[in-house]
């Protein structure tokens, strides 16, 4: 329980002596999107927390004013509470703006930062002034945002934006290979939008305070932070203000902040699966991804990448 509200989780890997990794999810996402990495993680040897943010997943969705500083302090409790150690966080999204403003008020907590695929803020309002491309639309994003506060517009833009069709349309154009976007991984994300109160999170996330840029705290942080993007990736472009900013970020500070890229990859790289949207993709990069979706054993980029760098991380 939290603020008086049920907070789902869940938690894999060793029950005693082992470094405590806690994941962060992204909007309209959930604990069981991440059921590939927590797994994996859990059988290296990590124990690994996933919680439900408030107003998502399998956690309850009060009609409060949700917000990513709102999630943080969510997410200090719930290290202090639930984890009962120093942990390193990782994120995904939204999630990863969550992880970084939890590591800025709960620093204590915090022995370093995974990042993947970063967002600047809850919304675009947070890269209004710093996007040319999204300062010429605002005019467009704030009548979104009227539009939005009108319940039964809202309403009805909430219905079709969680239809099974629309779920479907933006993970097989922006998100997998069509292959991989099967009824389960659906249904997966859509459950939770009908639970009450649903609609009251998803107008928030995009009328309310976008809250602080990621990429504006990260600088003054002292724990190491690893960045992971990958490269096809059309919510939060690799070339964008945000990865450029912690690309800049890692060449200044090498000795605690890496950025890596993981290509032919979309905004979900920890799901294991290759988005085909690309020219540039090879033969053998699809075969190996294929080997992996057959052969549980072969870790995933993600996987390759986090675990030499978490296992130095938590070894200090």
């Not at 939008?193 to 990621?214: I, Y």
Request: hydrophobic letters at 40%; charged letters at 15%; proline letters at 8%.
């Amino acid at each position: 329980m939290w603020l008086g509200h049920r907070i789902s989780y869940e938690v894999h890997g060793p029950t005693q002596n082992a470094p405590s990794v806690v994941i962060s999810h992204g909007f309209g996402s959930s604990a069981r999107h991440f059921r590939k990495l927590t797994a994996a993680l859990g059988s290296a040897g990590f124990r690994v927390y996933a919680p439900d943010l408030l107003g998502f997943g399998a956690s309850e969705k009060p009609a409060v004013q949700y917000s990513p500083r709102l999630w943080a302090q969510q997410q200090a409790d719930f290290l202090e509470q639930c984890v009962g150690a120093p942990a390193v966080l990782v994120g995904n999204s939204i999630g990863s703006q969550v992880a970084v403003i939890t590591a800025s008020i709960s620093p204590q907590n915090v022995r370093g930062l995974i990042l993947l695929n970063c967002a600047a803020g809850m919304n675009q309002r947070g890269l209004y002034d710093d996007d040319p491309q999204l300062k010429a639309l605002k005019p467009v994003f704030l009548l979104v945002e009227f539009l939005l506060k009108q319940k039964g517009l809202a309403n009805f833009l909430f219905s079709r934006f969680r239809s099974k069709e629309n779920v479907t349309q933006i993970l097989t154009k922006q998100v997998y290979m069509k292959a991989q976007v099967t009824p389960d991984l659906v249904e997966l994300l859509m459950v939770p939008s009908d639970d009450p109160g649903a609609l009251n999170c998803f107008v928030e996330v995009f009328t309310g305070d976008p809250g602080p840029r990621p990429d504006a705290l990260a600088p003054s942080l002292d724990c190491p932070i690893q960045i992971i993007w990958g490269s096809l990736d059309q919510w939060t472009p690799i070339n964008g203000t945000v990865a450029n900013a912690f690309k800049q970020l890692a060449e200044s500070k090498p000795q605690t902040v890496r950025f890596d890229v993981i290509p032919d990859s979309g905004h979900c790289p920890f799901d294991g699966v290759l988005c085909l949207h690309s020219t540039a993709i090879s033969l053998p990069r699809v075969l190996t991804r294929v080997r992996y979706l057959w052969d549980l054993d072969t870790p995933d980029e993600v996987v390759q990448l986090a675990l030499p760098w978490l296992r130095a991380v938590t070894a200090s």
